[in-house]
């Protein structure tokens, strides 16, 4: 495998383990720094990923070990990392700029979601996985899968009613 | 999209129950401009996973070169040099086994013929040498009588 045929199999998937990631690391510059070590892994070891049935799965299970490996290395050490600007500045096409301190509630929500909820509810309602999918990459049955969904999606929607009506009463 | 229909996949939504079909449904309901007031507040919930779709790793990914792997050569050049020692080799066998035979008869009977006569002519060199031997028996005959 040349470098163009690598990049052509690697280039749809870079964004959905950038996201992955950075919904995992949650800082933007470690989300890269990430996915920009597992690709090099994957371009080390395309002799094996020719074989593989999808380089995708393959590279989303990578990146999840990979983001996991971090966390415990960062939980591990003494020092507490402190990210406060998580904010993105990237986004500009957000449809209705009323509601889009009301959208980064919803992904400062999601950050807050435990991570096996987060992960699913990710994988599913950002990236279009189906459930089975989720499961084999998670480990999980399908029923686990649906109802951490479903849990992750009504901590969200409780969540977001809570600080509604905080703001009405 | 009939209202009813989008309560109902709501609430099918929140206990995930939801296709992944019907959930772009939802998505594209909620992200359009004709949201029903009293469902307003699930927007930000569809607009935050199209938000979080939006970003993607932006940086240029610089490949390490592949390192051709030269391990082969020292094997190729082991393998020639037992090449080359073992046609040298057979070689200098075959010089061994050539006795310089000559394959037609009449040049073979004339080598040998020449090569008698040389012989002969050095045997008669030798018996020159003896006459003076003869001479010198003659006189010591002498003597001793």
Not at chain 1, 120 to 133: A, K
Not at chain 2, 7 to 17: I, K, Q
Not at chain 2, 60 to 72: A, D, F, G, I, N
Request: net charge neutral.
């Amino acid at each position: 495998m040349n470098q163009n045929e690598f990049l052509a199999k690697v280039t749809p998937v870079q964004d959905r383990l950038y996201r992955l990631a950075k919904r995992l690391l949650v800082s933007e510059d470690e989300a890269q720094d990430a996915t920009q070590e597992v690709l090099i892994k994957l371009w080390s070891n395309r002799k094996k990923i020719k074989k593989l049935r999808s380089v995708e799965a393959f590279a989303v299970t990578m990146t999840k070990n990979y983001c996991y490996d971090k966390l415990k290395a960062k939980s591990s050490s003494n020092l507490q990392l402190v990210h406060t600007n998580y904010e993105d500045q990237h986004y500009n096409t957000v449809k209705t700029s009323e509601n889009s301190d009301s959208v980064n509630w919803v992904l400062k929500l999601m950050k807050d979601l435990p991570e096996q909820q987060r992960l699913v509810l990710h994988m599913r309602d950002v990236e279009q996985y189906t459930n089975s999918e989720i499961a084999e990459e998670l480990d999980l049955n399908e029923t686990a899968v649906r109802v951490t969904l479903s849990r992750a999606r009504k901590t969200i929607r409780e969540q977001l009613l809570k600080k509604h009506n905080y703001g009405l009463k | 999209m009939d209202l009813n229909k989008i309560e109902n996949l709501l609430e099918l939504y929140f206990e995930g129950e939801t296709s992944l079909k019907q959930e772009a449904q939802l998505q594209e309901y909620f992200t359009s401009d004709e949201v029903a007031p009293h469902l307003k507040e699930y927007v930000p919930i569809f607009g935050a996973f199209a938000k979080a779709k939006e970003t993607g790793f932006n940086r240029t990914l610089e490949l390490p070169e592949t390192k051709r792997s030269y391990k082969w050569i020292p094997v190729a050049a082991s393998v020639l040099l037992c090449i080359g020692l073992f046609l040298t080799y057979n070689q200098k066998q075959g010089s061994e086994n050539d006795l310089g035979t000559y394959k037609d008869p009449e040049v073979a009977a004339l080598k040998t013929k020449q090569a008698l006569f040389m012989m002969g002519s050095f045997m008669n060199k030798g018996t020159g040498q003896l006459e003076k031997l003869e001479t010198f028996e003659e006189t010591a005959n002498q003597i001793i009588k």
